[in-house]
Structure formats: C-alpha cells, structure tokens
C-alpha cells in the first residue's frame, strides 16, 4: 500500500488530487509488474474520464456509483464507443476505484457492483478453409519476404499463438528435436510451451538456413536483417487478406489464434489442452470457444457419431425409436 495522502479534509480523512491518485496507482501497478502494455492501457483511459469528469464538472471523490451508471457510461455509448472499449473502460474504472478504496481515499469503493456488459459471441470471425487457401497462396515463396510470411502464418496457425508472442520469438525459443515453441513472453508475462508439428517444423527449419546467423537472435527479420515488428505484421496480414479479397471477417493475427481453437476443437482435442496452448489463465476463457463453435461441434458430431455409423453399418439392428428390428 502507498501512503502518501497531500492534506486532510474538513472530517480529517486523506485526500488526494486525480493526478497524485493516477500516479500512485500507476506505481501501485509497475509494484504488482504488470505490463507495459497494461500501464499504457491504465494511462489513456483514466486520462479520457479526467477528461469527462472535468466536463461534467464532477470531483473524484464526490463521484457516485449513479453518476457512472447514469450519467458516465451512457455517455460512452452516446459517443459510439464500441461494446468491448466500454467494457474496457468499466475495468479500468474498476481497479482504480478499487485502490483508491483501499488507500483510504475514498470511503467505499463506488464500482464494486459495476459489472462490464455482456458482449454477444459471433462465430464470423474465423478463416474458412476457402480464406485459408487463397491467403498461403498469396506469400512469392521465392523471395525471402515472402518465404517468411507464408512461414509465420503457418506458425500462427499451427500455434494459435499471439501477435506480440510471434514477434518477440528468438532462433533459440524453437526445439526442433521436442518439437516444440517456447513463449517466454506471454500474455501477464506467462512462460509456456506451444506444440508445432512436423511440417511447421520442417518449414522453420528451412527458413533458418536462408534467415543464416546474425548478430542477434530475434527469429523474424526484413531485408536488412533487422527484427521484423508487430506493425509490419499487422500491414502484411491485411494485405494478403485484401488480395484474397476475404470479407466478412476480422483479418488479423488473433483471427489465426480464433481459426486454430475452432480447429482444433472440432478434430476432437479437449479443452484442458486447448487452454494450456493458448495460455489462457482461466477455464472460463477457453470455454468461451465450446459455445462459440458448438454449431460446428453439433455438425462434426453427426458426421462421425458412432451410432450413426452403427445404423448405417446394420440398418436392420437399429431404428430412431431405439427398438430392435431384429
């Protein structure tokens, strides 16, 4: 805990100005070594609701839990914010105002019961096996550029790993002889192995002795052997995507990680597995996937169910209302 309250009120409680209180809550976070990422995320959005409290003429610590269901978050939405930004914003706003609570600058924490949205799942923003097709045929796998990007879809789809994983892998985080990737920077900083098989294995191989030694040992580099960074990717996915002229889906590095779960799933894998591969720190985060696919999962089921097959193997032995015909 940080105590360091600037004066005392009229009730001799500690206050706190917004800009000491998101300071401290910042270093409260770097304490706890939460990303850089998450302190960027923390950063910009209380600096957007300093923005709005100074619009609505309201103070922090007289701030109601009315004045944000009422007043603040509909006015989110009133600016066209989309769900998930909101939701976004409701946990920021949450651990905040958890702090502050906890700090004793505030008497009760406002937001204990605000409770982000419920945001409806599509099954859209998945590669068909059509989308698949047309974007590995996209990479001139006769150039070196080429050669690597056809290499690191391969590798997002063989892994479901994320954008930020795939660009911080080094030569040495690939074990060709366990056939395995390690990810040393995952999501919250967790460290885990990610499977690849034979064929990614094979292809990583290759592209290692055209990649030759460097001075450094980032996996993905351009022409001048420099380290090849996220936002190189972003551009490169959107581009072949574009050429395969593929709508009606998001054409991202994290749709590859959605396609392989889907995938995955559907060739019968289990989701304990499935959660150990994608680093999820929750059961609930890959359960998401079973409603998500259950269509599909319905559909696999009735081509490969074993008692559809024993009725078409023996249609004497067995009818739909389960009595023997025999």
């Not at 939460?34 to 995320?41: N, P």
Request: charged residues 25%; neutral net charge.
């Amino acid at each position: 805990m940080i105590s360091n309250p600037n004066q005392l009120n009229e009730d001799n409680h500690p206050t706190v100005s917004f800009k000491n209180a998101v300071n401290f809550f910042l270093q409260d976070c770097k304490v706890r070594n939460l990303t850089k990422e998450t302190l960027r995320r923390y950063r910009n959005g209380l600096k957007k609701f300093h923005h709005v409290l100074e619009v609505s003429n309201k103070d922090m610590t007289t701030l109601t839990a009315l004045d944000l269901t009422h007043r603040i978050i509909p006015g989110m939405f009133d600016e066209g914010l989309a769900l998930r930004t909101v939701n976004c914003n409701i946990c920021i706003l949450k651990e905040f105002f958890k702090f502050l609570a906890t700090e004793g600058w505030m008497e009760t924490n406002i937001v204990a019961d605000l409770k982000p949205f419920k945001v409806l799942q599509s099954s859209t923003h998945t590669f068909t096996e059509g989308h698949l097709q047309r974007l590995f045929s996209q990479p001139d796998r006769s150039t070196f550029t080429g050669y690597r990007n056809y290499i690191m879809m391969l590798v997002l789809f063989d892994t479901g790993i994320r954008l930020k994983e795939l660009t911080n892998l080094r030569v040495t985080d690939i074990d060709f002889e366990e056939q395995t990737i390690r990810i040393l920077q995952g999501k919250g900083r967790k460290h885990r192995i990610v499977p690849i098989q034979r064929t990614c294995v094979l292809q990583l191989n290759h592209y290692l002795q055209e990649r030759g030694k460097l001075e450094h040992d980032r996996l993905w580099v351009n022409l001048d052997n420099q380290p090849f960074e996220d936002s190189g990717i972003r551009v490169m996915i959107s581009r072949y995507c574009k050429a395969a002229e593929i709508q009606g889906v998001q054409c991202s590095c994290h749709t590859f990680r959605h396609t392989f779960a889907k995938q995955y799933l559907l060739n019968g894998g289990d989701m304990f597995t499935l959660k150990n591969i994608l680093g999820h720190e929750r059961m609930e985060t890959t359960e998401y996937y079973v409603e998500l696919f259950s269509r599909d999962m319905q559909i696999q089921h009735e081509k490969f169910s074993p008692v559809e097959h024993l009725a078409d193997e023996f249609p004497s032995s067995i009818d739909e209302s389960g009595v023997s015909q025999q």
